[in-house]
C-alpha cells in the first residue's frame, strides 16, 4: 500500500479557562494514496479536530504528521504554508463560494491565489467544471443554484488546482442523502480521474460504506472500522 500521509501518536489538548481538555488521544491514521477515506463519529468526538492537524491548519500538542516523507514539525512556518498551497484542497459543509462572482469565475480565483498563469487558467476551469458537471452553469451566481450544486462548484474550486490530497469537513451536511450519494460517486470519480486522495468526515449513515476506508472517532480515539 502507498502510503500518502500518516499521524502518528497524536495527541491535541486545548487549553480553556485554566482547565485541560483533550480532544485527541494518541491517534494514529494512515491514508492510503488515491484513495476515499471516511472518518466518522459523533458530534464533538474530535473529527474536525483530526482534520485540522492533518491538514496544517492546527499543529498537535504531540506526536508527529508526515506528508509523503515529510514531517510537519520539521517545517518553518513558510515552508508549511507552501506545503499546503501545493498539496491540499479544502471543501467544507457550509460552501463559501465568493456570491458575486459566478461558477467560473470562483474556480478561477482559487487558480489565481494558487498562483496558476493566466494562460492555463482557462482551460483548467473549464476541464473542472466539466468533471463536477457544471460547464453548463459556469455562468451561474451562487445564488441561482442548488446546495448541491454550489457543493459541486465548491469541489471543482478545490481540485482545480491539483492538490494531491482534498479534505472534506461534511461536504454533505447541507446535502439530503440522495444530493450526498451523488457527491460521494463525484468523489470516486475524480479519485480515479485525477488520482486525489480525499478525506472526508460524515454523520450520514448512508455514505459510510462508500469509501476505500472507514475510520471512527470516538472521544478523542481513533479506531480503524
Ligand atoms: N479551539 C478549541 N478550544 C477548546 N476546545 C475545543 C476547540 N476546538 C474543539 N474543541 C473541543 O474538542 C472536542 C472535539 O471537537 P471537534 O470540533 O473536533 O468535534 P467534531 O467531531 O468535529 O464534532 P462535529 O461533528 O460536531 O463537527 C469538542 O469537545 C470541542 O468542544
Ligand atoms: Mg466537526
Known sequence: MDTIMKAKDIVRVFR???EDFTALSHVDMEIPRQSLVILKGRSGSGKTTLLNILSTLD???????????????DLSVEQLEKLRRDNIGFVFQSVALIPIMNAYENVDFSLRLAGVPEEERDARIREVLALVGMDERMMHMPGQMSGGEQQRI??????????KVVFADEPTGALDTATGLRVMELFSSLIEKEGITIVMTTH?????DMGDMLYEMEDGELTHV
Do not use: H, Q
Open 16 to 18: 480553556t479557562g485554566g
Open 59 to 73: 499543529a498537535p500538542t504531540s506526536g508527529d504528521v508526515f506528508f509523503e516523507d515529510i514531517r510537519y514539525g
Open 204 to 208: 450520514d449513515p448512508n455514505l459510510m
Open 154 to 163: 465548491a469541489i471543482a474550486r478545490a481540485i482545480a488546482p491539483k492538490p
